[in-house]
């Protein structure tokens, strides 16, 4: 039963992530080139850090299974994916302040 309910928070957390970044490009539909690119920038930051917090609950999902080999792999690429969503939020920042 705790696998459905990480499966629905990932899924609550991808619907919310991809309605927030829809809301998003509606909004910059009549920006500036700098302000549209510093949006796809963030809109890649959210996906990244989104694509890294599902890559953990899939490694403890498969902790609790039994299969330990991939959870090696996915305590290594979780926090990559985050970090790397982080590194393209403050590049977006600093595009978009420039």
Request: net charge positive; glycine share 8%; with cysteine.
């Amino acid at each position: 039963m705790p696998i459905l309910v990480d499966v629905a928070v990932v899924i609550v957390m991808w619907t919310a992530v991809l309605t927030s970044l829809r809301r998003r490009t509606r909004v910059t539909a009549t920006a500036s080139a700098q302000d549209r690119r510093s949006e796809r920038l963030m809109s890649a930051a959210g996906i990244c850090a989104t694509v890294g917090v599902t890559l953990l609950v899939v490694g403890l999902m498969m902790d609790s299974v039994g299969m330990r080999g991939l959870l090696t792999v996915f305590q290594w690429a979780a926090p990559i994916a985050i970090g790397a969503g982080a590194v393209l939020s403050g590049y977006a920042a600093w595009v978009k302040a420039r």
